[in-house]
Structure formats: structure tokens, C-alpha cells
């Protein structure tokens, strides 16, 4: 082993931490949350741990000084990862790199985060894995695959004993994983009755990651010809006059979502908080970092900041059972927490539902407010084009209901999706532009213009709805905006065929050059985009092969494995190749970025 980790192969000794550090790149919170738990269970494990985000992490620094490092990595969209970690992923992924020795010796291991509906599951800590041992690392344990399509904190935590066992061996110590003895708060909190503070939508004008602004409601109409059941998807129109912020067709916009108002004030009660209350935090841990504004509201934490809506994990129950002294909630959490835990994972119970379920848990505030998950930022396609109106953006978003528990029979309303249905014009939301994948070509001159192939049922349709309305817009101005083929896909013509006067118009100003509808409940067969793609693969392999036509594809990973699977087809039937160069086909054209998704599950 290289000598400068010599040192580390020593016995550990009752006040002889080891150096570990945890980095993450995290974009819902779930790598966050499980990075800041992992390094609790360090410091009752014999480690000195501190976590860092890669966005904060002075990697040219520090990384060759590290004695000790295991990452969270997620994965995000199509194989790419997390805002957060872009910039560290780029940089060590270099090939300039290859020569590096500085990382010889260095024990690390990796948990990756992902979804096994995308293609590359898990790929960004794949990669991070196998990065550090080409570059002399040495693996501690073997990659943890935590999948977010099935029990992704349960594939975490067989991760962690088995970790736990094989780092405590490397070290020295006996035995496997130690328990930490229970929840240790890293922050003291202080409570005002009156302050300065005035926080609301402002606070997030000042986040460090995302420039943000504040944008008034301009439009909110529905798009369905039925809402019965709630059934909802809405066309709303943000004013961001004043905000500096600017964007480019098909981006994303960054929303900041709220909790209920009644909900958050109902659980104040239940915390024993008032919510005009303000209260200052101060850390008792130098490697604690900051959770939520300082100083803060009751109402500003409980309505922006803690996600109490979230899924209730293992690990917060097991956190949870030490605020209750009735024995039978702690025997019945008990049950949960092993002989039940299936159940429990089935369930997916909010934390809300836990703390009506179990009516004597009362932490103290500061405790909660530092293991109760953060409300992440939605991002949303933009489905409007800045060429008619600069300072106004769209985005087209369905109301969701998630169906919880092993038989469905729980329904949750999603939070972002409804805080914007239920918005009125004027109300404002804090919002930020984030660049996606899309960029529809634009080659000139007009006669080389490229087709562009779209896929976008539901509201999937959003950056094509922008397409359609810039494309509308050059042609007004009498430009040429070349051949554009849409896929569209619904239930019902009469239910829920969202934009339809905008599409259909486009169609008679020859804008939309071709057009196919899929209806998947008007008749007794069910009709997918997939299955019109195929019904039309001649015409549409010659686009690709002969006039390079770009493809996108926005919606649900379902349908965006469909419409992949249809174009390998495509080009074994009509391009006569073989299934593997067919494939192989597929993969360039992804490569040349003339094939692009971005799905959701």
C-alpha cells in the first residue's frame, strides 16, 4: 500500500477516530439524506466523519488528501449526473487523467442512486467506482446499487452492514456494523415570540445554487375537455418581468413548491409551536451545515423547507420510536423496523401519516427540523418559445395523485403539481431557469433545414407545444422552418387531448408538416405512440437515414423504451440491419445528439 496510508491500517483505539470523508451529489435529497445518516453511523462505527456536497468540494485540493472517502451518486435523467456533481463528474472523468497517481492507495467505496426504468441505471456511480480503482484507489467494498423504481433505502441499508463489516476489518476493528445509540442533534435552536425576520418567497432569491426570481401567475387554464374525478392538466403562463431571467426553447423551469397552509399549521400544533414563532439555530457540530434560513419562522420552515409529506423511511422510524414513551407504539414501530418491514416498505406511509398513527411521538422542534427531509425543487419543461413574448414563460403541468400502499388504496396529491393548479393570476411563485437536453437544429440555409421526429404524449408534449409556437412564430416572419413530424398520445379525444386548436392550427399553416394522434382508450384497442411508429416506419427510417432527421422523445420511461425498441426495429426492417448493428445505430445517433430523451418514471 502506498505509505501515505499506512497509517490508517492501525487498530482503532478508544480516542483514535480515522478521517472519513462523504461526498454526494444529490438531486431530489434522497443521496443527501442518506449521506448525512451514513456519517452518523460513522462516528459510532470508530470514524471521524464530515460530508460535503461535491458542488462545495474543493476536489483539486482535497480529494489527494483524503485518507478515507465513500460517495453518494446519483444518476439523473438519461445517465447524466446531478446538477450538484456536474462539474467534480466532468473533471475526473478526464482523460488528461489517466497518468494521476495521487488517489494510489486511497480506500473509497461508492453507493450509487438510480432508477432500473432508465437505461443506464446507476450510471454515474458506476462510473465514479470504477474511475477510482483505474486511477489506484483501493475498493473497500463493492458499489451499492440503490434503486428508487423498488426499495431503494432497503438496498441502501443491506448495503451499508455489509460496508460497515469490510471497512471496520480494513481498519482493524472487530465485528460488524455498530448502531449509533440514537438520534444526536447537530443544532441548538432558540426561539423569539417577535424578530426582524421576513422571510417567505424571498429567501429563495438568495439560494446559492440556482440564480431564482419571483414570477406572477399571468395565465391558469385548463386543457382537458373532462376534469371529473379532479382530473386536471393546466397551461399556466409566468410574467418574469423584473427577474433577469431569461431562457431558451424547451428549457427547464425551476419551481420552489409549498406544503398546504392548513396542514403545515395543523402540525405546528402537533410539534407544540406556534407559527408566527422565529427562532435562531446555532450548530454544536463544526461540520454541520446549514438546513434552513437563519433566522427562520415556524411557518417559513413547516411551509417551504420540511417535506412532511415525504415517505416515512426505516431509518426516521427507527429515529422516531425514542420521542414516544407508550410501549406499544415502540413495539409496534418495533415490528415495522424488522418481523413488518415489507409491510412497511409497501405502505409508503408520509411522515404525516406516521405522526397520526402514532398520536404520542413529540420531538423537540430543533431535532425535527434536522432529520425531516427538504422539500427539493420541481423542474418542469418550459412549453412556451421566448421569440413571441421574452418575458413570459409556460409550462404544462397534469395534477398527480400517487397511489400509495401494496394495494393503491391511499391516493396523494402531488405537492408542486397542485400548488401551481390551485394558483390564482397574480399569486407568485420563486422560480429558475435550468438548461435541458433539447435544442431543436436550426441549419441554415433553409434548404438544408433537418426534421425534426417528436414524441410526446400527455404532457409530454410541452417542449414541442414550445416548438410548434416558435416555429409558428418564423413562419409569420417568413422564415423557413423546415419539416416537423409530431407524435401525440392521449386517452380519449373527448377527455383529455390537451392543446388540440393549437395543434390543429398548426397543421393548416403547414407548420406541422405530419401529425399522428394515439388514442389508448377510444376504442377497445388500446393505441400507443410506439404503435403509429411503427405503422409508419418507412416514412419515418427514410427521414432519419436520408435527411438526418433529429428524434426527441419527453414523457414516461415506459413509452420512451417503446418508441427506442420501434426504432431499432425500424432500422433492422426498413435499414436491413442486423439486431445488433441495428442497436449499435440507435447509440450513434444518441451520440451525434440526434437522438434525445428526457423521461420520467
Not at 414541442?464 to 392521449?490: D, H, N, P, V
Request: hydrophobic share 35%; aromatic share 12%; with cysteine.
Amino acid at each position: 500500500m502506498n505509505d501515505k496510508y499506512e497509517s490508517d491500517s492501525s487498530n482503532f483505539s478508544s480516542d483514535g477516530a480515522k478521517p472519513l470523508t462523504v461526498l454526494y451529489g444529490s438531486q431530489s435529497g434522497t443521496g443527501e439524506s442518506f449521506a448525512r445518516e451514513f456519517a452518523k453511523q460513522a462516528v459510532a462505527n470508530g470514524f471521524q466523519a464530515k460530508v460535503i456536497d461535491l458542488e462545495e468540494y474543493d476536489k483539486e485540493k482535497m480529494l489527494s488528501k483524503e485518507k478515507f472517502v465513500v460517495f453518494f451518486m446519483s444518476t439523473f435523467g438519461e445517465g447524466e449526473p446531478t446538477d450538484s456533481a456536474t462539474e467534480f463528474f466532468n473533471w475526473f472523468m478526464e482523460d488528461d487523467r489517466s497518468d494521476d497517481t495521487s488517489l494510489n492507495g486511497l480506500p473509497y467505496a461508492v453507493f450509487a442512486l438510480g432508477n432500473r426504468q432508465y437505461e443506464h441505471f446507476c450510471g454515474v456511480g458506476k462510473k465514479v467506482d470504477n474511475r477510482l480503482e483505474t486511477l489506484g484507489g483501493k475498493r473497500i467494498h463493492e458499489v451499492g446499487l440503490g434503486d428508487d423504481d423498488g426499495s431503494i433505502e432497503d438496498d441502501y441499508r443491506t448495503w451499508r452492514t455489509s460496508f460497515w463489516k469490510a471497512a471496520r476489518k480494513h481498519f482493524g476493528a472487530e465485528g460488524g456494523e455498530v448502531e449509533s445509540k440514537g438520534f444526536e442533534p447537530s443544532f441548538d435552536i432558540r426561539f423569539m415570540e417577535s424578530g426582524s425576520y421576513t422571510g417567505g418567497l424571498t429567501h429563495f432569491l438568495n439560494d446559492e445554487k440556482n440564480k431564482a426570481g419571483l414570477a406572477k401567475v399571468v395565465i391558469n387554464r385548463e386543457l382537458r375537455q373532462c376534469t371529473k374525478e379532479g382530473a386536471s392538466a393546466r397551461h399556466i403562463e409566468l410574467d418574469l418581468s423584473g427577474t433577469g431571467l431569461t431562457y431558451q426553447t424547451a428549457d427547464n423551469l425551476g419551481i420552489y413548491p409549498r406544503n398546504c397552509p392548513k396542514m403545515a399549521a395543523d402540525f405546528a400544533k402537533r410539534l407544540g409551536v406556534k407559527m408566527n414563532q422565529q427562532f435562531f439555530l446555532t450548530a454544536n457540530n463544526p461540520e454541520a451545515k446549514k438546513i434552513l434560513p437563519n433566522p427562520c419562522s415556524v411557518e417559513d420552515a413547516l411551509l417551504y423547507y420540511c417535506d412532511i409529506n415525504s415517505v416515512c423511511r426505516l431509518s426516521l422510524l427507527e429515529i422516531l420510536a425514542q420521542y414516544t414513551t407508550d410501549e406499544s407504539e415502540k413495539a409496534k414501530m418495533a415490528h415495522y423496523a424488522a418481523a413488518g418491514k415489507e409491510m412497511f416498505l409497501a405502505e409508503e406511509k408520509s411522515i404525516i401519516e406516521i405522526f397520526d398513527e402514532f398520536s404520542n411521538i413529540i420531538p423537540p422542534f430543533n431535532h425535527f427540523l434536522e432529520w425531516c427531509p427538504k422539500i427539493a425543487p420541481r423542474l418542469y419543461t418550459i412549453s412556451s418559445s421566448k421569440l413571441p413574448n421574452p418575458n413570459q414563460v409556460a409550462v404544462t403541468v397534469s395534477l398527480t395523485y400517487h397511489s400509495k400502499g401494496k394495494n393503491g388504496n391511499r391516493k396523494h396529491r402531488g405537492l408542486a403539481s397542485g400548488y401551481l393548479i390551485d394558483s390564482s393570476i397574480g399569486d407568485k411563485f420563486a422560480v429558475f431557469i435550468r438548461a435541458s437536453t433539447f435544442r431543436f437544429p436550426r441549419s441554415y440555409p433553409a434548404s438544408r433545414l433537418q426534421p425534426i421526429i417528436m414524441f410526446g404524449p400527455g404532457t409530454g408534449i410541452a417542449p414541442f407545444r414550445a416548438c410548434l409556437q416558435e416555429c409558428s412564430w418564423m413562419a409569420e416572419k417568413g422564415e423557413k422552418t423546415g419539416r416537423l413530424i409530431l407524435f401525440f398520445g392521449c386517452q380519449h379525444p373527448e377527455r383529455d387531448y390537451i392543446y388540440r386548436d393549437e395543434i390543429e392550427t398548426a397543421q393548416k399553416n403547414g407548420v406541422l408538416t405530419d401529425y399522428y394522434c394515439a388514442f389508448s382508450r377510444h376504442t377497445n384497442q388500446k393505441v400507443y405512440v410506439q404503435d403509429l411508429l411503427k405503422q409508419n416506419g418507412e416514412t419515418i427510417w427514410q427521414l432519419i437515414e436520408k435527411q438526418n432527421a433529429s428524434i426527441f422523445v419527453c414523457g414516461g420511461t415506459a413509452m420512451g423504451r417503446g418508441v427506442k425498441d420501434g426504432l431499432i426495429e425500424l432500422a433492422q426492417k426498413h435499414g436491413k440491419l442486423s439486431p445488433a448493428r441495428a442497436a449499435n445505430q440507435i447509440k450513434h445517433l444518441q451520440t451525434l445528439g440526434r437522438f434525445i430523451q428526457e423521461l420520467w418514471s
